[in-house]
């Protein structure tokens, strides 16, 4: 209604008249028994009195009136404010039931899907979401009809004319419930910009692994050839060499790997997986630090022998990965527990390590490129943060889902499923 001071002024005004009106009463008792009957000023006040009271009661009705006019008005105008802006707005939003018939867009939306106002009633937005990049369009349906919030996904859609264009998708639920209001910002440009930055990375990366296998074939030979001449300060120099050329190879690969995944290059190697073997062979990769820190490491198998045929490079990208950052991370004398359980056509891997842990504000963060953890920043100075990242990267394009959980200074267990053909085993539930 009102501001407050208007009615609190109201009031105090409301109040004086009511008092005066009760002592022109009390006046009017006194002259009924006894008092002067000469002086009808009083009977003049309390008639005065009753009309302020009414003229009160008359201007508050029509205040009360005013301010609701007023108020309809700003709703109005509110309304009128958000139009402008849905229909202003470069961001493309569109609404669309459960099945993906679009019941209503504004003109950002008819300009990001190439078509033209008449026809965009006709459009299925699942239509158009693109599976070339591994998206299941279905369970995008299943989300978006179970009322699921979707924040910032990166979807492949196709215009109208057939072109690609890459959008950041958010679903949010509609006060009908059988709609969805969708927001769609165009990232195409960004998106291209990424990919040429993949592509001067990878033809980079390349040109850089001649030199460097070179320098590590020269060092290679000086400590073979010349072990009987050089002496203890160039034997140093010679491995500080050899284990800068190490870290430079390993960064290169991670490079290289990050740019062929994110440009769809990476080339498929199917193979016949012996999963007990493959992760004997694991652990061997790192063996000297295992041996080093003085590691117990506990296995379990389950088949204990199991055949299954996948991508072999992406799936020694993921154990090699977690095994590494396990052995990173892990105290002296600590826990490495590295175990499969096949069952049906579902493998599940668990790497779990008694190490420095993740920081409960820092793990949604764990699989974001470039990110590491503050405290292991602390622990270990060198480092990329694109181990988990490429991790993440080949888990979804085999199609399957990793997990995290830590504890800071307790841990951490990583959980790979994956969908697998299994080839042969001898006691698979």
Do not use: C
């Amino acid at each position: 209604m009102y501001s407050s001071k208007v009615f609190t002024f109201l009031r105090i005004l409301e109040l004086i008249l009511i008092f005066l009106l009760i002592v022109v009463v009390l006046g009017s008792v006194w002259l009924l028994h006894g008092g002067s009957y000469s002086d009808s000023r009083l009977y003049q006040g309390a008639g005065l009195i009753v009309f302020l009271l009414f003229l009160l009661l008359f201007i508050r009705i029509k205040l009360d009136a005013w301010y609701a006019t007023l108020s309809q008005k700003s709703e109005f105008s509110d309304s009128q404010v958000f139009d402008s802006l849905y229909e202003r707005s470069p961001v493309a939003y569109i609404t669309m039931d459960v099945s993906g018939a679009i019941v209503n867009f504004n003109p950002a939306a008819v300009n990001l899907l190439q078509t033209t106002a008449d026809t965009m009633g006709q459009v299925n937005f699942y239509q158009r979401v693109s599976s070339d990049t591994g998206m299941d369009v279905s369970v995008l349906q299943q989300k978006i009809s179970a009322g699921l919030t979707i924040n910032d996904e990166e979807v492949l859609l196709q215009s109208a004319r057939g072109e690609n264009i890459w959008v950041m998708l958010s679903v949010y639920n509609h006060r009908n419930k059988q709609q969805r209001l969708v927001s769609l910002v165009d990232i195409t440009e960004q998106k291209n910009v990424d990919t040429a930055k993949s592509e001067f990375v990878a033809l980079a990366t390349h040109q850089l692994r001649t030199p460097i296998a070179a320098i590590r074939w020269n060092v290679e030979l000086l400590q073979r050839n010349m072990r009987e001449t050089v002496t203890p300060d160039q034997t140093r120099y010679l491995k500080k060499i050899e284990r800068n050329v190490m870290r430079m190879i390993s960064l290169i690969n991670d490079f290289l790997s990050v740019s062929k995944l994110e440009m769809g290059t990476f080339s498929t190697r199917i193979e016949e997986v012996n999963l007990s073997e493959f992760f004997d062979s694991a652990l061997d990769e790192f063996q000297e630090k295992i041996t080093e820190k003085k590691l117990k490491i506990e296995r379990s198998d389950e088949p204990p022998q199991a055949y299954i045929k996948t991508d072999t490079r992406l799936f020694h990208i993921i154990v090699s990965n977690l095994v590494s950052n396990a052995v990173k991370y892990i105290l002296p004398e600590g826990t490495l527990t590295l175990t499969y359980d096949l069952r049906s056509n579902t493998l599940r891997i668990v790497v779990a390590d008694t190490g420095i842990g993740i920081p409960a504000e820092e793990l949604d963060k764990m699989f974001v490129k470039f990110f590491r953890a503050s405290n292991a920043q602390a622990h270990q100075t060198e480092g990329t943060g694109l181990g988990l990242y490429v991790v993440k990267q080949s888990v979804e394009i085999l199609k399957g889902n990793i997990t995290v959980e830590s504890e800071e200074n307790v841990g951490t267990k990583f959980v790979v499923t994956l969908p697998v053909e299994v080839l042969d085993t001898r006691s698979l539930a």
